[in-house]
């Protein structure tokens, strides 16, 4: 069976349960190697199924919000006491160095606020708590903010999937096409910040000329 469809939102959602949606909200959060999960799409797949039925909305809802931010604590733990590794880690299938480095660049550019920022940033979301640990962000102030970015970003996700399943009838038919402009929305935000370092870098050698 192909990767793309193991990771397809509605398979995971259908073949895991609520159950399996929190875990893997849990492990894109905080643990390095969850980045390729699709947490914006899982959770308003999941959603879309609750308003159908086939999900129980409040357990979804609770399980998904205290699994973001448990999830952000443990890579932020993680951040303590090792995430200087990834750092000097080699490329494998399940990570690439340049994940920490966009990270840190975002970072360097938002600050604290970053923590709450980087849950609508695939990827980013994955390595930001790492990071905060690895710069030893005060924790009281880390998890204020892992604690917002978990409520909005989880409840946010929810919430429209929920509203849109109820007010269409039979949306789950449409789920595949919705879920592809959430995905693609999603990486807006990476693609601008990706444009911006390239348009800054180019700056930066138009005026340091050899």
């Known amino acids: 069976m192909h990767l793309s469809y193991l990771l397809d939102p509605l398979f995971l959602v259908k073949t895991l349960g609520t159950a399996g949606v929190i875990a893997i909200i849990f492990a894109e959060s905080g643990l390095f190697f969850g980045f390729f999960f699709p947490g914006d799409s899982l959770l308003f797949t999941a959603a879309l199924l609750a308003a159908e039925g086939y999900l129980p909305l409040w357990p979804l809802l609770i399980g998904c919000v205290l699994a973001a ?31 920490v480095e966009r990270t840190q660049t975002f970072y360097q550019k938002h600050g604290k606020k970053t923590v709450v920022l980087a849950r609508f940033i695939p990827i980013v979301r994955t390595f930001a708590p790492i990071l905060a640990g690895v710069g ?3 924790y009281s102030v880390f998890l ?50 990706y444009a911006r370092s390239r348009r800054a870098n180019r700056s930066g050698a138009d005026n340091n000329p050899r």
Do not use: C, Q
């Open 69 to 99: 931010i448990a999830g952000d604590s443990v890579g932020y733990a993680f951040g303590v006491k090792a995430g200087h590794k990834l750092f000097i880690r080699e490329d494998s299938l399940f990570f690439r160095r340049s994940f």
């Open 136 to 138: 030893k962000m005060n």
């Open 144 to 193: 204020s903010y892992n604690v917002a970015g978990g409520l909005i970003w989880s409840v946010g996700n929810i919430t429209l999937g929920y509203v849109l399943g109820r007010t269409i009838p039979n949306i789950d038919k449409y789920a595949t096409p919705i879920i592809i402009v959430i995905i693609a929305i999603s990486m807006l935000p990476g693609l601008f910040e």
